[in-house]
């Protein structure tokens, strides 16, 4: 098994193999604990206007996403693990749409397999992979909105490669270095009400969820849960 690190938007395009997508604040933390209380599945979407037309034909579906880390005008919920952790999406369809994870997904055209990465189903997602063996694989940091690195989803790919080596990386101290960043800072200043100190929180959760997220393309393209 061949393993590629790659980052950002331009790395999401040149994915191939099985591509694991990496945006740990916030969207594939968030789409997790969307999972996890049972919606059936989350539907990634490009652009917010393709987003509420969706939701003007079918009425019923719940739609989620930021905006440059901020929650949009006429979103049901933003981009906040810990806001949807108490919410029951039995049955539920999801449209999400972020500046990063999202648009990582959709890059990955070259890809044969992709999932969702993130550090609350980092053991799923290696024992999907190496269950599945594929000949590469390709571990996409996605940064923020695609374009710049940031320490969270580099640290998470650096985890998810030591794991699929049968390493065991230090993940405590791989929270302190993110907490002392300001991408992990942000979520404990008060003054940045879009970031809650519980996504910080819910991100950090290792191996929460016992599932992996993985794309179906559809139609229509869908993230789904696969054990």
């Not at 945006?23 to 996890?36: G, K, P």
């Not at 070259?110 to 190496?130: M, N």
Request: net charge negative; with cysteine; hydrophobic share 40%.
């Amino acid at each position: 098994m061949e393993i590629r690190r790659l980052s950002l938007l331009e790395g999401a395009r040149r994915a191939t193999g099985t591509a694991v997508i990496i945006d740990v604040f916030r969207a594939f933390t968030t789409a997790a604990f969307v999972m996890a209380n049972n919606a059936e599945m989350i539907i990634p979407v490009g652009t917010v206007d393709e987003v509420l037309e969706l939701r003007c034909r079918y009425p019923r579906l719940i739609v989620m996403g930021e905006v440059h880390g901020h929650k949009v005008s006429g979103f049901d919920y933003g981009n906040s693990p810990d806001e949807v952790s108490r919410v029951d999406f039995t049955g539920r369809t999801i449209v999400q749409r972020t500046s990063s994870g999202v648009q990582g997904i959709l890059a990955a055209s070259g890809a044969e397999e992709v999932l969702l990465g993130s550090f609350v189903t980092a053991e799923a997602t290696v024992k999907h992979i190496k269950r599945m063996n594929p000949s590469v694989v390709s571990l996409v940091a996605m940064g923020w909105e695609g374009e710049y690195e940031v320490i969270e989803d580099e640290l998470c790919a650096e985890y998810l490669e030591a794991r699929l080596r049968g390493g065991h990386p230090d993940f405590a101290d791989m929270a302190r270095l993110i907490r002392a960043d300001p991408q992990g800072a942000k979520f404990f200043d008060p003054t940045q009400t879009s970031f809650r100190e519980g996504d910080f929180h819910a991100a950090m959760s290792l191996d929460r969820f016992d599932f992996a997220l993985k794309v179906d393309k559809g139609p229509p393209m869908r993230v789904e849960k696969t054990l």
